[in-house]
């Protein structure tokens, strides 16, 4: 079993986030060391889409990150962002600190 996050905390509720969005699929945050005016988090929220990195994808959670780049792409054109930078991080050599696959979402721009 893969070591439970402090981003499964954030999806579960047991610690606090500043959390701008979510529906069935997906939660947005802040980060909560922002490099940009705005950076976001974006992850998965159900079970069967939860994946370590990149990495580590397989058939069944493939669609994870067109998932989440997708809901960024809406979130932004709902908050009238023009120009944002999307990243993954992948493994500890990428620069991965929290293995709960997230799509950083970063703007000069603020929301
Ligand atoms: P990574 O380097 O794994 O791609 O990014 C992890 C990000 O999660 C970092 O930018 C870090 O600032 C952020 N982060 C780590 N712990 C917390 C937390 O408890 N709450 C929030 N909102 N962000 C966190």
């Given at each position: 079993?893969?070591?439970e996050t402090i981003f499964h905390?954030?999806?579960?509720g047991d610690i606090p986030a500043d959390v701008v969005?979510?529906?069935d699929?997906?939660?947005i945050f802040k980060d909560i060391h922002p490099k940009a005016p705005t950076h976001l988090l974006l992850i998965a929220k159900r079970k069967e889409d939860f994946v370590q990195s990149i990495a580590d994808l397989t058939d069944a959670t493939s669609h994870v990150p067109a998932l989440l780049i997708s809901k960024a792409q809406i979130f932004a054109k709902e908050h009238g962002i023009d120009g944002y930078k999307l990243t993954f991080h992948?493994?500890?050599g990428?620069?991965?600190e929290v293995f709960?696959?997230?799509l950083h979402f970063l703007s000069q721009q603020t929301i």
């Open positions: 079993m893969p070591k905390k954030i999806v579960n969005y979510q529906d699929d997906v939660l992948v493994g500890e990428g620069g991965q709960y696959l997230h």
